[in-house]
């Protein structure tokens, strides 16, 4: 009698589910799958577990030390690539073809360098000590008053340029001074060319893209790397 009654509710709640099946109409139940995380092996031996632990973290950290190298590598690289180099050069006075005169004292700014420079000062010294100008510099040098007020005529015609601020695109050069010798400035000029450019210092301090910066002057080859030029 037990059975029967068990079989009974059986009928009763498939009937049931089958109603609510119908009454839901034509659709379909995805189950979804239980992720399973992997299950590392294990040999068994604990130190050998251990020893394939470890090798697996130090390779890992060789290749994380060798991604890190090898982007500053190429940094280093892009940074050569765009790097500028200042060179200043002067003369002692030899003839300038197609200037139209025999002799000139000349300055002139390169960049031979690979990328543009920032040119952000440019300074004239004179016995390791600033002057405003050029004219200064070649009064102090011919043993003359710096304030003299025929300074202009005692000098003569002369081109000077300015340099700073300026961009130097790489392979280029610039002429800061061209100034020739005359009848009427032959006296000082002589005296400025007989004792050359020993004594005057041509300064500059430039930057590359990356904001590395360098001072370079007219006596030494190497520039001196700064961490900038204010």
């Not at 940074?79 to 500028?84: D, G, I, L, M, V």
């Not at 000098?155 to 280029?172: F, N």
């Not at 020993?198 to 002057?217: A, G, L, P």
């Amino acid at each position: 009698m037990l059975r029967c009654n068990i079989r009974g509710n059986e009928r009763s709640s498939a009937g049931r589910l089958v109603a609510n099946l119908s009454a839901l109409g034509h659709h379909q139940f995805v189950v979804p799958e239980t992720e399973l995380a992997p299950e590392i092996r294990k040999t068994g031996h604990r130190m050998a577990d251990l020893a394939v632990a470890f090798s697996a973290l130090f390779v890992s950290l060789c290749s994380m030390g060798i991604a890190l190298h090898h982007g500053r590598t190429m940094q280093r690289l892009v940074e050569a690539n765009s790097r500028p180099f200042i060179q200043i050069t002067t003369s002692g006075g030899r003839p300038v073809i197609g200037s139209g005169t025999s002799q000139a004292l000349t300055v002139q700014i390169s960049n031979p360098g690979a990328g543009a420079a920032r040119v952000e000062r440019f300074s004239i010294l004179v016995d390791d000590k600033a002057v405003k100008d050029i004219s200064e510099a070649l009064l102090r040098l011919a043993g003359l008053p710096a304030n003299s007020p025929e300074a202009s005529t005692v000098l003569g015609p002369m081109m000077y340029s300015a340099v700073a601020p300026s961009y130097l695109k790489a392979g280029s050069d610039q002429n800061v001074l061209l100034w020739p010798r005359t009848a009427g400035n032959a006296s000082i000029w002589d005296k400025d060319a007989e004792a050359g450019f020993s004594r005057v210092k041509f300064e500059t301090c430039y930057c590359s893209i990356f904001d590395e910066c360098w001072i370079e002057n007219s006596h030494t080859f190497r520039p001196t790397a700064v961490t900038s030029c204010g």
